[in-house]
């Protein structure tokens, strides 16, 4: 059985920094395409940050310059490592792995406020 699960979400002040998880069992990430997607209340998702399985990065204009993805092959796990957060990045954070067919996650809730 295939699981992917995100970890690492929060409440955070606004100027502070979260790094999520997401860690897959049942596949082994290598091959797949890895990305980091959110959903704020109201609001459609949207790709926060992607990574292929070798190692290129692509990130959304809204987050580039504070949000890194990264991945470790043998954790079988990926990383966004998110700097200098603000409120309109509270959301609810999504893994998602793809190659011939996709997983998500669950979620992770990101709140950012004072």
């Known amino acids: 059985q295939v699981q992917v699960v995100e970890s690492g979400g929060g409440l955070v002040q606004p100027g502070g920094s979260l790094r999520l998880s997401c860690a897959a069992s049942?596949?082994?990430?290598?091959?797949?395409?890895m990305g980091w997607y959110r959903q704020a209340p109201g609001k459609q998702r949207e790709m926060v940050a992607t990574?292929?399985?070798?190692?290129?990065?692509n990130h959304a204009d809204s987050v580039k310059g504070r949000f890194t993805i990264s991945r470790d092959n043998a954790k079988n796990t990926v990383y966004l490592q998110m700097n200098s957060l603000k409120p309109e990045d509270t959301a609810v954070y999504y893994c998602k792995a793809r190659w011939l067919t996709e997983f998500w996650g669950q979620g992770t809730q990101v709140t950012v406020s004072s």
């Open positions: 990574i292929t399985s070798s190692g290129g990065t």
């Open positions: 049942g596949i082994s990430l290598n091959r797949y395409i």
